[in-house]
């Protein structure tokens, strides 16, 4: 991200007032946007690369949102952030499983749009990733061989703990609620009960922190969720 471009934006988005508004708020704090208005222009700019991410709206003329992230995400790991319809929590739930990395309803405030970009930008650097590995300090996440080791010790996790902590690990640095946990780990039904989340979480502690007691790698952010720290020089919040 040379010359002074804090990030290049693809917008696939038919609403030309709204990509023009986005272009020019987006611009103003260091982002180049390049707007397409279908997805087949949209599909044919982003194979041309040098993109960070990819802004995409679920309605487009030529071709469902849905499935033109789904063949974005079959070639290619660019982060996209998906704008979906007004309170359709549908929209948001098949998203994140089609492999969007956040989601943002309409309308919105183009200050919450450009914390969500910078956000996805910041998670994909945030951990050292290689052959699906996250690195934090002495953590390591092994995606591939579903596996976490501190220091190199192997320590034991159910798979759906491995998967919450992938979640938190993935969104580093993001306040994730309750209910968007549940939503990122898949094929959960017998856990989708509101305060059972909080005893896996314990158990993650009890397998990573020094101290499970006074954690300081997943902390609680009271009355929302949970918060996955890069480094563990910070304090649980009051």
Same mark, same amino acid.
């Given at each position: $991200?040379?010359?002074?471009?804090?990030?290049?934006?693809?917008?696939?988005?038919?609403?030309?007032?709204?990509?023009?508004?986005?272009?020019?708020?987006?611009?103003?704090?260091?982002?180049? !946007?390049?707007?397409?208005?279908?997805?087949?222009?949209?599909?044919?700019?982003?194979?041309?690369?040098?993109?960070?991410? *990819?802004?995409? &709206?679920? $309605? *487009?003329?030529?071709?469902?949102?849905?499935?033109?992230?789904?063949?974005?995400?079959?070639?290619?790991?660019?982060?996209?952030? $998906?704008?979906?319809?007004?309170? &359709?929590?549908?929209?948001?739930? !098949?998203?994140?499983? *089609?492999?969007?990395? &956040?989601?943002?309803?309409?309308?919105?405030?183009?200050?919450?749009?450009?914390?969500?970009?910078?956000?996805?930008?910041?998670?994909?650097?945030?951990?050292?990733?290689?052959?699906?590995?996250?690195?934090?300090?002495?953590?390591?996440?092994?995606?591939?061989?579903?596996?976490?080791?501190?220091?190199?010790?192997?320590?034991?996790?159910?798979?759906? %703990?491995?998967? *919450?902590?992938?979640?938190?690990?993935?969104?580093?640095?993001?306040? $994730?609620?309750? &209910?968007?946990?549940?939503?990122?780990?898949?094929?959960?039904?017998?856990?989708?009960?509101?305060?059972?989340?909080?005893?896996? !979480?314990?158990?993650?502690?009890?397998?990573?922190?020094?101290? @499970?007691?006074?954690?300081?790698? !997943?902390?609680?952010?009271?009355?929302?969720?949970?918060?996955?720290?890069?480094? %563990?020089?910070?304090?649980? @919040?009051?």
């Amino acid at each position: $991200m040379g010359g002074g471009v804090s990030g290049r934006i693809l917008m696939i988005e038919d609403d030309e007032a709204l990509s023009a508004m986005v272009g020019e708020y987006l611009g103003s704090v260091g982002y180049a !946007v390049t707007p397409c208005s279908d997805a087949a222009s949209g599909m044919a700019t982003l194979e041309r690369g040098g993109f960070d991410a *990819l802004v995409l &709206d679920v $309605m *487009l003329p030529d071709l469902d949102g849905f499935e033109l992230c789904r063949r974005v995400r079959a070639t290619n790991d660019i982060p996209i952030l $998906m704008l979906t319809a007004r309170g &359709d929590e549908t929209d948001r739930i !098949v998203g994140l499983e *089609l492999g969007a990395d &956040d989601y943002l309803p309409k309308p919105f405030n183009p200050r919450e749009l450009l914390a969500r970009l910078r956000a996805i930008l910041r998670r994909r650097t945030a951990g050292e990733t290689t052959s699906g590995a996250l690195r934090f300090g002495r953590l390591e996440i092994d995606r591939d061989a579903r596996a976490v080791r501190v220091e190199g010790e192997e320590r034991t996790l159910t798979g759906y %703990q491995f998967d *919450l902590l992938c979640a938190l690990a993935e969104n580093a640095g993001r306040v $994730m609620t309750r &209910d968007a946990l549940m939503d990122r780990v898949r094929g959960s039904t017998l856990e989708a009960f509101d305060r059972s989340i909080d005893v896996h !979480v314990s158990r993650i502690r009890a397998a990573i922190e020094d101290d @499970p007691k006074h954690p300081r790698r !997943v902390l609680t952010v009271r009355g929302t969720g949970y918060v996955f720290a890069r480094s %563990q020089d910070r304090e649980t @919040p009051p």
